[in-house]
């Protein structure tokens, strides 16, 4: 088992910036691959970045490209999303997963994952 909790989440206005965190703890957080994901109001959830075990591959949707950074401490069992340049569209609640993919993979789709967070609100205010 794996426990996710993600932080950091808020209100901020459009252009501004946020830097969500998601804290595992479990079983060994370098062991997975690890996303971020997100829901807004009457959509469905989508994914936003995705790293390997390493840190070493990351991948972006393309909505978040350039604006948004994924990273990873694996010693401190801890996920980041650094996300600049926020719009109103972003506004949605994030969450944090877990993925235990062989190799040096940063899977895209929500059913390589095993492990949710049970999300933080971000609100970007126009």
């Known amino acids: 088992q794996v426990q996710l909790v993600e932080s950091g989440g808020g209100l901020v206005q459009a252009g501004g910036s946020l830097r969500l965190a998601c804290a595992a703890s479990?079983?060994?957080?370098?062991?997975?691959?690890m996303g971020w994901f997100r829901q807004a109001p009457g959509k469905e959830r989508e994914f936003v970045a995705s790293?390997?075990?390493?840190?070493?591959?990351?991948t972006y949707a393309d909505s978040v490209k350039g604006r948004f950074t994924i990273s990873r401490d694996n010693a401190k069992n801890t996920m980041y999303l650094q996300m600049n340049s926020l719009k109103p569209e972003d506004t949605a609640v994030y969450y944090c997963?877990?993925?235990?993919?062989?190799?040096?993979?940063?899977?895209?789709?929500?059913?390589?994952?095993?492990?949710w967070g049970q999300g933080t609100q971000v609100t970007v205010s126009s």
């Open positions: 997963a877990a993925s235990p993919t062989a190799g040096g993979g940063a899977p895209r789709f929500s059913s390589a994952y095993n492990y």
């Open positions: 790293i390997s075990w390493s840190g070493g591959t990351t």
């Open positions: 479990g079983r060994t957080f370098s062991w997975f691959a």
